[in-house]
Nanobody, 110 residues
Framework: QVQVVESGGGLVQPGGSLRLSCVAS????????MAWYRQVPGKEREWVAS????NRTDVIDPRFTISRDFAKNTVYLQMNVLKPGDTAVYYC???????WGQGTQVTVSS
C-alpha cells in the first residue's frame, strides 16, 4: 500500500506565499509521478500541478512551482502571489497507485 500525507496549508494574506509538502511512503521504490489538485465546496476537484518520473513538470498557473526531493520522498508545491481564488483544500496524489492524501486547507484572506 501507498500512503500520501500533505502538510503546509494555512491562512495567508493575498500576495503571500505558501509551500505545501507531500510525503509518499509504503510500497514504492521511488517517487513516481505525483500531482496536486484542489477543491472548493460545490465544485469538482481541479488539477493544479504534476511532476513525472523523469522530472518533467506542468502547472496550472506560473505562480506555482512543483518540485521534489527524492531522498525525502517528498513533493512540494510552492505557491506565490496567492489570491483569494486560490482558497481550497489541496490534495496530493501518487499517480501510479491513484492514492490520495487527506488534503490540506489553504485560505487566502486579509
Amino acid at each position: 500500500q501507498v500512503q500520501v500525507v500533505e502538510s503546509g496549508g494555512g491562512l495567508v494574506q493575498p500576495g503571500g506565499s505558501l509551500r505545501l509538502s507531500c510525503v509518499a511512503s509504503g510500497r514504492i521504490l521511488m517517487i513516481n509521478s505525483m500531482a496536486w489538485y484542489r477543491q472548493v465546496p460545490g465544485k469538482e476537484r481541479e488539477w493544479v500541478a504534476s511532476i513525472l518520473g523523469d522530472n518533467r513538470t506542468d502547472v496550472i498557473d506560473p505562480r506555482f512551482t512543483i518540485s521534489r526531493d527524492f531522498a525525502k520522498n517528498t513533493v512540494y508545491l510552492q505557491m506565490n502571489v496567492l489570491k483569494p481564488g486560490d482558497t481550497a483544500v489541496y490534495y496530493c496524489r501518487e499517480l501510479s497507485s491513484g492514492t490520495w492524501g487527506q488534503g490540506t486547507q489553504v485560505t487566502v484572506s486579509s
